[in-house]
């Protein structure tokens, strides 16, 4: 993913509300939302790692990724969307499963990860201090630390805050919208700014590369999972998949 806003325990009906953007290559071949050959894990997949980037299991454990936006990137061994397939495969306490990853946090280039597990939902970076145990709130996160004063980020967040009632419904043309920010208010991340600019919207429209799929995931003991994939036009790609469960 890479612009994500959610609600931690804001809900009486969902202890996690998460509304998501996947930017990425058009070219990087995807499988969109599904159940996985094991039964357990809800997520689209990378074809090309064999990851993916948010996901959920019948046991209620939850995971989402974001890359870090650097200018000059080192080469990473490993793909990082398979820390959210890993997590959400393995049976470890969350924290135990980050405190792994981070051991290990060279391999990568630089992420974000949430990871929920229970009551407990945990960010941790390579590139940013952890935060354990998240206390209930409305955050969000984007390809820099978790609720860095990106444009677009701050305006989902708060859309998020204010429409946790109408989620569903709203949640779909707060991820859709193409206004890009003012070049002030631009974050500095080393890239060429033309480019900073195109990436300043929360759905981005740009030769080879964009907005992929949107989700609208609420979490709880009945669990509702949306995804809505987009072309290469920024339309709409087939019927919006949509899964629910009990936990």
Request: net charge neutral; aromatic share 10%; hydrophobic share 40%.
């Amino acid at each position: 993913m890479c612009l994500i806003a959610f609600a931690w325990r804001c809900s009486a009906s969902y202890p996690l509300i998460l509304v998501a953007n996947r930017d990425e290559w058009h070219a990087r071949p995807a499988a969109p939302l599904q159940v996985w050959s094991d039964g357990r894990i809800w997520a689209g997949r990378d074809l090309q790692a064999g990851g993916t980037w948010l996901g959920v299991t019948a046991g209620g454990r939850m995971a989402a990724l974001t890359n870090v936006r650097e200018a000059a990137a080192p080469r990473a061994a490993r793909s990082r969307g398979l820390l959210v397939r890993d997590y959400l495969g393995a049976s470890q306490p969350a924290r135990a499963y980050a405190e792994a990853v981070l051991a290990e946090a060279e391999h990568y280039a630089g992420f974000n990860l949430l990871l929920r597990d229970g009551p407990h939902l945990h960010y941790v970076s390579n590139r940013y201090p952890p935060r354990w145990d998240l206390p209930a709130g409305v955050y969000g996160l984007s390809n820099a630390g978790l609720d860095s004063p990106w444009p677009k980020l701050e305006i989902l967040r708060e859309r998020l805050r204010q429409g946790l009632t109408q989620v569903e419904e709203a949640a779909w043309t707060w991820l859709t919208d193409r206004q890009q920010a003012e070049d002030a208010a631009l974050p500095q991340t080393g890239i060429d700014p033309a480019w900073e600019k195109v990436l300043s919207a929360a759905f981005i429209v740009a030769p080879g590369y964009g907005t992929r799929s949107s989700a609208v995931l609420l979490q709880g003991e009945q669990t509702r999972f949306c995804e809505q994939r987009w072309d290469a036009r920024g339309e709409a790609e087939g019927e919006r998949t949509c899964l629910g469960m009990t936990i």
